[in-house]
DNA sequence: TCAAACCTTCACATTGATGTGACGGTCAAC
DNA sequence: GTTGACCGTCACATCAATGTGAAGGTTTGA
C-alpha cells in the first residue's frame, strides 16, 4: 500500500505519515521507483498513534511505548533496560492520571447534559 | 492569594497562570497596586485545567466546557445554546475515545511490565 | 505525447503551550 | 534608603504537531 491509499484509510495527511516515519513511529519499505510501501497493519498502527496523539502524549514516549505493546512482542523480556522499565511505569502511572482526570470532567459534562436536557439525572447526581 | 502562592500551590508557572487568564480560563481580582488576587478556590481549578491540558484538551475547549462543570452551576439551562450542547456532545464523545484509547494502551503497558517482571500475569491476559 | 494523479525531498509557515529576559513598579526587612 | 523578593507588561524564542507549496520524477490512460 502506498503514502496515499494509507493516508486515506487513516484519516491522517501523507505528510503526517512522512513526519511520523522521520520520528520513528512507523517505517516503509520502498518500492523500486523510490514509493513508500506499507504493510496493512500499519493501518491499525497509525490509528493508535493518532490516538495517543489526540491524548496528549508527544511522539518521543509514544516512540518508546510502541515496540512494548506489539503482540507477538518486538522487545523481548532481556531486551528491557531498567530505565526503559522506569519510564514504562511512569507513563502507566501519567496514563491513568489522565484518564482519571478526563473521566471525572466527562461525567461532569455528561451529568450537566442531563440536568440541561431535563433528563432524570444520572446516579451521580446524589448531592445539590 | 498572589500568583506566586498559586503557582507554587498548583506547580505551575506564573508565566502559565497569565496566560491561562489571557486564554479566558481563569480570572483574578487585582490588589490597589495591580498585582493579581486569587480566590483560594483557584487551585483546584488551575489542578484541573493542567489535567485537561495535559489529557490533549486545547484552551479553546476548555474554556467552553469549565463554566459547565461548576457545582453550584453558574450557567444555568436557558443560558446553553445548542451550538454549546452540541459542542458538550461532541466533546464528551471525544473524552470518551481519548479514555478508552488511553485505557487500552495503559493495560498493554501494565500487562507487558507484568510479563517482564515475571509476575503472574493480570486477568487482562485471558488471550495469548 | 500529453495530462492527471500519484510519488519524492526540501523548506518555510503556523499554531498552541511554554520558556526567558528586559525593564520597571511595590513592598518588607535590615 | 537601599536591597531583595515580589509583582506588572511586553516581546521574542522554542518545541511539537501540522499545513503548504515548490521543483521534480513516475505511472496510467486518453
Redesign the pocket.
Known sequence: M??????ERTG?????L???EE?GLIV?A???????DYDPRFVDRVIQI?GL??AG????I?KQILPCLDKPRSIHFPDATPEMLATLERERDRMTERITCLTRNRDAIAEYLDVVRGDAPSAADAAS
Open positions: 502506498r503514502i496515499g491509499e494509507l493516508a491522517t495527511s501523507r505528510r503526517l512522512r513526519y511520523y520520528q516503509s520502498r518500492c523500486a521507483n523510490g514509493y513508500r493518532r496523539l489526540d502524549l508527544p511522539t518521543r509514544i
